[in-house]
């Protein structure tokens, strides 16, 4: 979903960087426009297209050169308007929808002088006022102009280089990971679109809605029917919660998309769906101490029984109070939540990690608990915090929110469900809560003391949960580690065909495929590491501060450099070797990394021993920008695979059916002496 964004916008950016170029120079022009300016997210922009200079979409001087184009620019015509219009500037569209802008522009210039403009280049919002105030103030042309230009000098390189940290950061992580450097440059440049364009957007929307509520109060006074009458309430100027539904339907909007999106990947089977797995597997190793009774304790305090004991004391509660249409919403809620998780659980037959243990929940379907737990505190969200000051308000919805993502996390932290199957209950439950909170806002507010049933909340919360991780305990934890599911195949069998249906591909954090394993291994990787010294491979730079300086050294040595660490389903390496020299170029290595699987090999003496996969590639240094480089992956390097072979004591070459790739099968002297490869030399080559 995300990632398919991101690596879409990296591909555009390349094969349009004259339109990347253009929209730099635009966005950083439009940043100092009046008004309009503060809406524009054009420094987020810029440090979005600077990340992707280390990918060789955009190049960094040209970039750099448009947006000090873009930015003199728009400093420029806005001081020409205000020198040639003066105080008739304020009459003029946009300055007379914020008649008080140019006074407290004008105090701000006042207070800093002509230091002004260059402040003003690098704080967000007033960028947009000073530079028409200092033409209406009557500045001189020529001074503003050196100002204009010496602060765009500045600011351009500053953070078009920020940028471009991040993307180096990124790029160094895109190696280890895949898709993750293309899925981080889309996060953080998405994020940072949210953080900024969002509140500026919300505020001009609700300040225009303001704006045109008379004219639409006097339409839906001016005739009869259901839509007036709805539109009259909504618009009473008695109340206020014009706010409330915007920011209600931008939950419903978000909520929607991330659903939808996960759906889509959960059936089209995408990446999403094999990081699950690796997601899974990478956790295992931590589920121990006092995280992972933390983690019991927080999906818990998230399980179906707490979450309908205090939706049941709440809508108690609520009737008590009389506030019969919030009780009835809360049902809702419940209902709606059960209902989607057991629908989809038909439509998709997607078992979770390990079977819901009896008496885990009330909900019994992957994703239950999270997707009624999001409901019934979002829904409870919006009853109380209607009549709550935006603050108060602000810190409920965190809270609710903070809650929420630590169940997601103690879920999958512990095995009991996918990543996936989390995200999309999360999406629903808050979807079905900002929906049915659309419609209870709509109407007339009911007697509710917010802060009452806040407090009610919270403590039925502390006490049921309090109570359901001292009495299940014991239970969870004898069930809490799903522990990874293991193989066994005896050594004729792996010969046979068993090697054949091991992984070809290793598998990323993300669930993207890379690279090819060519190398199986019984036995500790101890004795593949000895065997490798003896054929000039030595295990990598170490990572320290002076090794790591080594990716800005301007000649930088492939034998000097550290490997970077990459997973396969969610497994760290258990030996990581390179090659240097000996007929590879000066800016190449071969560089093999071993990881663990949960297969294990019987051998004929009844001793059973850990098989491992591995690949060797080829990587070659490349300089990113003038003071980064990267070692970037140029495919599988098989064609080494016959002469490590001949330095192991068992081995054997063989040709894999799906791929035609040369595949090593290998043990160290234990198992050469045990008979496996030896004995059945004859099976399974082709």
């Excluded at 503060?38 to 979005?48: F, Q, R």
């Excluded at 001009?204 to 009869?224: D, M, N, T, Y």
């Excluded at 009896?358 to 994703?367: D, K, Q, R, T």
Aim: glycine share 10%.
């Amino acid at each position: 979903m995300l990632g398919h964004l991101s690596d879409t916008i990296v591909h555009a950016a390349r094969m349009h960087a004259l339109l990347a170029y253009g929209l730099a120079f635009v966005l950083t022009a439009a940043e100092a426009f009046p008004v309009i300016g503060a809406l524009v997210p054009g420094t987020a922009i810029i440090v979005g297209l600077g990340a992707l200079v280390p990918t060789g979409a955009l190049h960094f001087w040209p970039l750099v050169a448009w947006s000090t184009g873009g930015a003199i620019l728009g400093d420029g015509l806005p001081f020409w308007f205000g020198s040639r219009f003066r105080h008739q500037a304020t009459g003029l569209w946009p300055l007379s929808l914020h008649p008080d802008l140019l006074p407290r522009g004008k105090a701000f210039f006042e207070r800093h002088g002509g230091s002004a403009v260059i402040i003003a280049r690098f704080t967000p919002g007033v960028r947009a006022v000073v530079p028409i105030v200092a033409g209406v103030s009557g500045m001189r042309s020529l001074r503003f102009y050196v100002l204009d230009v010496v602060s765009a000098v500045i600011w351009a390189p500053a953070h078009v280089g920020a940028g471009v940290l991040v993307g180096a950061s990124l790029a160094i992580l895109g190696v280890m990971a895949g898709r993750l450097e293309a899925l981080l440059i889309g996060s953080i440049v998405s994020l940072v679109l949210l953080l900024w364009l969002v509140p500026r957007l919300l505020r001009f929307v609700i300040s225009w809605l303001e704006s045109k509520r008379g004219p639409a109060l006097a339409w839906a006074h001016a005739g009869k029917g259901r839509i007036r009458s709805n539109v009259a309430s909504i618009l009473d100027p008695a109340r206020t919660e014009l706010s409330g539904l915007i920011t209600l339907a931008g939950a419903l909007a978000g909520s929607l998309w991330l659903l939808l999106g996960v759906l889509q990947d959960l059936i089209a089977g995408d990446p999403l769906v094999y990081a699950d797995h690796a997601i899974l597997h990478f956790l295992e190793p931590y589920r121990s101490g006092i995280p992972m009774e933390a983690a019991m304790a927080c999906s818990r305090l998230g399980s179906g029984a707490v979450t309908l004991a205090v939706a049941a004391v709440a809508l108690v509660w609520l009737d008590r109070q009389s506030a019969w249409r919030g009780a009835a919403y809360g049902i809702a809620a419940v209902i709606g939540a059960s209902l989607f998780t057991a629908g989809l659980d038909l439509a998709l037959h997607r078992a979770p990690p390990s079977p819901i243990a009896p008496g885990w929940s009330l909900i019994p379907f992957p994703g239950g608990d999270l997707a009624t737990s999001c409901a019934v505190y979002g829904i409870l969200t919006v009853i109380a915090g209607r009549r709550l000051g935006a603050r108060p308000r602000i810190g409920l919805i965190t809270a609710t929110v903070l809650f929420a993502a630590l169940q997601l996390g103690s879920r999958v932290y512990l095995g009991l469900d996918w990543f996936s199957s989390e995200l999309a209950a999360l999406g629903f439950g808050f979807a079905w809560a900002a929906g049915l909170g659309l419609a209870y806002v709509a109407r007339p507010v009911e007697p509710v003391a917010p802060w009452r049933l806040v407090a009610i909340t919270a403590a039925t919360l502390a006490i049921a949960g309090t109570l359901a991780v001292a009495l299940n305990r014991n239970a969870d934890l004898a069930r809490h580690d799903v522990g990874r599911m293991s193989t066994t195949m005896t050594c004729p069998d792996w010969l046979q065909h068993g090697w054949q249906n091991l992984p070809t591909r290793s598998l990323g954090m993300l669930g993207s495929f890379s690279g090819s394993l060519t190398i199986q291994w019984i036995g500790p990787a101890d004795g593949l590491r000895h065997a490798l010294a003896q054929l000039g491979w030595r295990s990598p730079a170490p990572w320290t501060f002076r090794n790591a300086l080594e990716f800005l050294a301007p000649h930088a040595s492939p034998a000097e450099i550290p490997a970077l660490p990459r997973w396969d389903d969610g497994r760290r390496a258990d030996l990581i070797m390179v090659f240097v020299g000996h007929g590879l170029a000066a800016d190449k290595r071969l560089v093999l990394r071993l990881w663990k699987t949960s297969v294990s090999v019987t051998m004929p003496t009844g001793s059973v021993r850990t098989l491992r996969i591995g690949e060797i590639e080829m990587q070659r240094l490349r300089r990113m920008v003038s003071t980064l480089t990267i070692p970037v992956s140029e495919g599988s390097a098989s064609t080494v695979l016959p002469r490590i072979a001949a330095a192991l004591p068992a081995s054997r070459l063989v040709t894999r059916a799906a791929d035609g790739a040369t595949v090593l099968l290998a043990g160290d002297r234990a198992v050469d002496t045990e008979g496996c490869l030896t004995q059945h030399r004859g099976d399974g080559a082709q």
